[in-house]
């Protein structure tokens, strides 16, 4: 009997971990359902990328407000978990904090002491952010895409690190007690000055016998063990998968200069027999070379390449790429926050398609005109605003150039204004409708 909570936290907790491994190798497969692509170069840049931006913040705080209070929950919060290392060894052996036996008495205490007071700055943050998302009316988080389940996510994520930071005070608080009273295995060790302020004088207004206290230290103990394996598992279905793909995705960002979109081997090949007279235009590839594409662009996500669709996955929903959108703030339908969402529903929506069948199902639907329309991506300028503004360096944009790049070179369903310029191009070398013989005419004038 003594050992029957040992083995349900250990049974809890292979679970837990087991559905968390699961989920990942989902989110794993659906990536790879689009096209390789070869963004291993640069590798030292790369690592200092994901150093500053993902781990550092650094794009973060260009709104500093913002970025100060997502500071303090990111921190707090992942370094607050660090404790999580003490719940196991304490669940499965049924010790009682035993890190302060590893640490020593003096650096345990300071552990401690850091940890309430970086729990407090998560709780400030996560107060702060509710109010903001929901009372403040900023514009951003109030669009219409983020009507339904993604305003409800980021409120439930907001609601639920509150939740385990209020467990995370109660369980120190009545130990706190426990320990002062030298209640059965509590060894006086630790410093919690948050929980002395306000959750202890609390506890001790109502006199509360040791037993009682017992188990509300031991509730708080198993409410915050249960609630970091749930939260873990809830990260799946939540925006929230950018606390862990934000890495990845920084990695593999886009380190070429902004606005220099890639050229098509097949079509630049093409330009290069045109233009060799000796060229042979039968003459099989050369060993390595790309075949022709059966495809130009992208239509659903399988076209599209496997960044792309890590993006999609590591979209925070923040907002920050459509608020600086010209083409959205002029009233135009394009969101590339939108285009992000889409796209991870289409993801999400083939991923289900794959587990149902053994294997992809045609389902009679496309990304293209199913999920993000001609209209929001004929809308882009391509300025680059949003993937500047992007603090996880996600590129909507890329996605939209190879929707259009579809539309064009498939479908030949550019606009007429389109249609005329390149006509133009092609004609005449220049994007006007005149003859090149006089195009320096204005000089004479």
């Not at 907001?158 to 385990?164: S, T």
């Amino acid at each position: 009997m003594h050992y029957i909570p040992n083995i349900i936290f250990l049974i809890l907790l292979i679970a837990g971990f087991g559905l968390f491994v699961k989920s990942l190798q989902k989110i794993y497969r659906n990536i790879r359902l689009g096209r390789e692509i070869n963004r291993s170069d640069r590798r030292g840049e790369r690592w200092a990328t994901m150093a500053n931006v993902a781990m550092g913040q650094s794009k973060m705080t260009k709104r500093p407000v913002a970025g100060i209070l997502h500071l303090f929950v990111y921190v707090g919060f992942i370094i607050i978990n660090i404790e999580l290392i003490e719940i196991v060894v304490d669940g499965i052996f049924g010790t009682h904090r035993f890190l302060s036996t590893i640490l020593g008495t003096t650096f345990y205490v300071f552990f401690t002491a850091t940890l309430e007071i970086l729990a407090l700055l998560v709780v400030i943050g996560v107060v702060l952010f509710f109010i903001r998302r929901n009372f403040y009316g900023v514009k951003r988080l109030t669009m219409k895409e983020l009507l339904g389940w993604p305003k409800e996510d980021a409120n439930w994520i907001l609601i639920i690190e509150f939740a385990l930071m209020m467990a995370f005070f109660t369980m120190n608080a009545s130990d706190f007690i426990l320990q002062s009273n030298g209640y059965g295995h509590f060894v006086k060790v630790g410093s919690f000055p948050i929980s002395e302020m306000t959750f202890v004088p609390f506890l001790e207004v109502f006199s509360f016998s040791d037993g009682f206290l017992f188990g509300v230290e031991r509730a708080a103990w198993w409410f915050h063990f249960v609630g970091i394996l749930f939260f873990m598992n809830y990260l799946y279905y939540s925006k929230h998968l950018h606390i862990i793909l934000a890495f990845p995705s920084t990695w593999y960002a886009n380190l070429n200069e902004k606005g220099k979109f890639n050229n098509l081997e097949s079509v630049t090949k093409e330009i290069k027999l045109m233009m060799d007279p000796n060229a042979d235009p039968y003459a099989a590839p050369a060993e390595g070379e790309a075949e022709t594409p059966a495809k130009f662009g992208a239509e659903d996500i399988f076209d599209l390449n496997q960044v792309q669709l890590l993006n999609a996955y590591s979209c925070t929903e923040c907002g920050r790429c459509t608020a600086v959108c010209p083409a959205n703030i002029t009233g135009k339908k394009l969101s590339p926050r939108a285009i992000l969402m889409k796209t991870r529903d289409r993801l999400e929506e083939v991923g289900k398609n794959i587990d149902k069948n053994g294997k992809f199902v045609d389902d009679g639907k496309k990304l293209l005109n199913d999920y993000i329309t001609k209209e929001e991506l004929w809308a882009c300028t391509t300025c680059n605003a949003c993937t500047e503004a992007c603090p996880v360096l996600l590129d909507p944009l890329s996605i939209i150039f190879e929707m259009r790049r579809f539309l064009v070179m498939e479908q030949s369903a550019a606009p007429q204004e389109l249609n005329l310029m390149m006509t133009n191009v092609e004609n005449n070398a220049a994007p006007w409708q005149y003859n090149q013989a006089d195009r320096l005419n204005w000089a004479k004038d």
